[in-house]
T-cell receptor
Framework: ELKVEQNPLFLSMQEGKNYTIYCNYS?????LYWYRQDPGKSLESLFV?????AVKQEGRLMASLDTKARLSTLHITAAVHDLSATYFC?????????????FGKGTHLIIQP | AAGVIQSPRHLIKEKRETATLKCYPI?????VYWYQQGPGQDPQFLIS???????DKGSIPDRFSAQQFSDYHSELNMSSLELGDSALYFC?????????????FGQGTRLTVV
């Protein structure tokens, strides 16, 4: 059974600071996703990481993937209030076919002015 | 660009009633996924369909069933509703023919069982 562990689950930080969210998963995976979700809203895709060493950046967010360690990180640089949301990592099992994603518990991020 | 369309957006049902949620995938997407997200929880995979056939099954209760139709839209049928079924239900679609594509999520249906 694929397990995805995310930490921290809750993070309160000040604007301008840097921080990293971690995502560990238990078995070989095809892909790893990072999503953002605002309260009551849908899941907004941030990054799709396909291979070992993959690094993607969009604005103040940067995601990386280490398939050997089964670890992905989402790094936030110089946080701003607009980044307050819940961030989920999700892993696609490499069993082939249209498999569903297994999500982490999410990181509830609050960025204070 | 066209996105995944879910209907209805909100639904209120009483216990023991039935509900049907609909999902219209992005054009030319052949795969549909259903997820359930309880309050404060992470999304849980329920079931997926590829080319109108069930592809993968997750934590879908026996009271729920789903299918994908010839036009690729999908319906999630929920019977004997319980209070614990109150959740956001997301549909996502993707194309298995394009290995680089990811699954895109709809806006969700918020089901409240009273």
């Amino acid at each position: 059974e694929l397990k995805v562990e995310q930490n921290p689950l809750f993070l309160s930080m000040q604007e301008g600071k840097n921080y990293t969210i971690y995502c560990n998963y238990s078995t070989t995976s095809d892909r790893l996703y990072w999503y953002r979700q605002d309260p009551g809203k849908s899941l907004e895709s941030l990054f799709v990481l396909l291979s070992n060493g993959a690094v993607k950046q969009e604005g103040r967010l940067m995601a990386s993937l280490d398939t050997k360690a089964r670890l992905s990180t989402l790094h936030i640089t110089a946080a701003v209030h607009d980044l307050s949301a819940t961030y989920f990592c999700a892993v696609e099992y490499s069993g082939g076919g249209a498999d569903g994603l297994t999500f982490g518990k999410g990181t509830h991020l609050i960025i204070q002015p | 660009a066209a996105g995944v369309i879910q209907s209805p957006r909100h639904l209120i049902k009483e216990k023991r009633e039935t509900a049907t949620l609909k999902c219209y995938p992005i054009p030319r997407h052949d795969t549909v996924y259903w997820y359930q997200q309880g309050p404060g929880q992470d999304p849980q995979f329920l079931i997926s369909f590829y080319e109108k056939m069930q592809s993968d099954k997750g934590s879908i209760p026996d009271r729920f069933s789903a299918q994908q139709f010839s036009d690729y839209h999908s319906e999630l049928n929920m019977s004997s509703l319980e209070l614990g079924d109150s959740a956001l239900y997301f549909c996502a679609s993707s194309s298995e023919l394009d290995s680089n594509t990811e699954a895109f999520f709809g806006q969700g249906t918020r089901l409240t069982v009273v």
